[in-house]
């Protein structure tokens, strides 16, 4: 009872440092108040930054890497916004504005369920995050041990369950069949042209070497060219962005021995995680804010992060738990804890 009591103490003074702290930055800032404005804008900075980085790469000359760097920096935006809308915080009482932005930062990341079904999954998650049950987490790989094959489960959402099918499916919320028809029509388009892109040019690495015939049709060529500039623009960068996202959500939230809010996440904010942090919005050094706090969108998240981590260092919020990745997401720190 007494660990409980201190538990719910330093959840009260975190939430009241971050509720605080976002007052004070509401009050500086009188636009904050727009937040339907601000949701919008972000969402047409965000589409128009992807659509200028393929123009970029088909009329002027952009290189294949910074197209890919940008359109995953982009689409990363329009994930923070799907968040964000999960927990309605844009056009709550505007259907179309929020149906408009929920299947638009959709298409802007289609190696993903739908957003209506993710909801569903996200809203489990905060209800049981570190458990058996949840689902969300469990599918990018947390609680696995690191290794290849949970590097193999980051890459891909569809890759994940089809792999652990079995395992998955002891949980009530999942159903194979039903969560790959929530993917469709966008998933659909997104996995098959993408291995479509990478079975072909493993087999144009490969045809020198097994003597291989490498005479492709005009029609092939050109449905091959079409992939090639699909790939850089919208394929390969959400590719990324998942990989990124996935290795950091699942390494930053502890699992199986979680009993409090407290234990659910920890601040991955190491400077070597730089490059990661770019490309899924700062994801691993602010998510602890959501978790006790959702109902802020995530651009005020980063601006009282600094503060925020202040308090919950003081409280013994742990940062940078890199071994927790050796101890398959355990808050517990020894095996014998674990055990």
């Excluded at 990018?140 to 089809?162: C, E, V, W």
């Excluded at 005479?215 to 850089?232: Q, T």
């Amino acid at each position: 009872m007494h660990q409980n009591y201190n538990d719910s103490q330093t959840a009260e003074i975190i939430q009241q440092a971050i509720a605080t702290a976002d007052g004070h930055c509401r009050a500086r800032w009188s636009l904050l108040e727009h937040q339907n404005t601000i949701g919008l804008i972000i969402l047409t900075i965000a589409l128009l930054g992807m659509v200028t980085s393929a123009l970029g790469y088909i009329l002027w000359g952009f290189p294949a890497w910074l197209t890919i760097i940008l359109s995953t920096f982009f689409a990363a935006l329009s994930h923070e916004l799907e968040h964000d809308l999960i927990h309605r915080l844009y056009f709550r009482k505007n259907k179309i504005a929020y149906h408009m932005m929920m299947s638009l930062v959709w298409l802007m990341r289609p190696n993903t369920v739908n957003p209506w079904y993710r909801q569903k999954m996200h809203l489990n998650h905060h209800k049981t995050s570190g458990t058996e049950n949840d689902l969300e987490e469990r599918i990018l790989g947390n609680g696995m041990k690191f290794g290849f094959y949970r590097l193999l489960i980051s890459l891909d959402t569809f890759i994940s369950i089809t792999l652990r099918a079995k395992e998955l499916s002891r949980l009530k919320q999942f159903n194979y069949f039903d969560f790959t028809l929530k993917g469709a029509p966008l998933a659909y388009i997104y996995l098959l042209a993408l291995y479509s892109f990478l079975i072909f040019h493993s087999y144009q690495a490969a045809a020198p070497v097994l003597s291989l015939s490498v005479d492709y049709s005009y029609k092939l060529l050109a449905v091959i060219e079409f992939l090639n500039i699909l790939a850089v623009v919208w394929l390969l960068p959400n590719a990324l962005r998942a990989l990124c996202l996935h290795g950091i959500s699942a390494t930053l939230h502890y699992y199986g021995d979680v009993d409090h809010l407290n234990k659910q996440c920890q601040v991955l904010n190491h400077w070597a995680l730089f490059p990661i942090q770019l490309l899924c919005c700062n994801f691993g050094s602010t998510h602890i804010i959501h978790h006790y706090y959702v109902r802020q969108p995530f651009y005020i998240r980063q601006l009282i992060a600094k503060e925020v981590h202040q308090v919950m260092r003081e409280q013994g919020i742990r940062f940078n738990d890199f071994h927790s990745l050796v101890r398959a997401n355990r808050f517990s720190l020894t095996e014998k804890q674990n055990a």
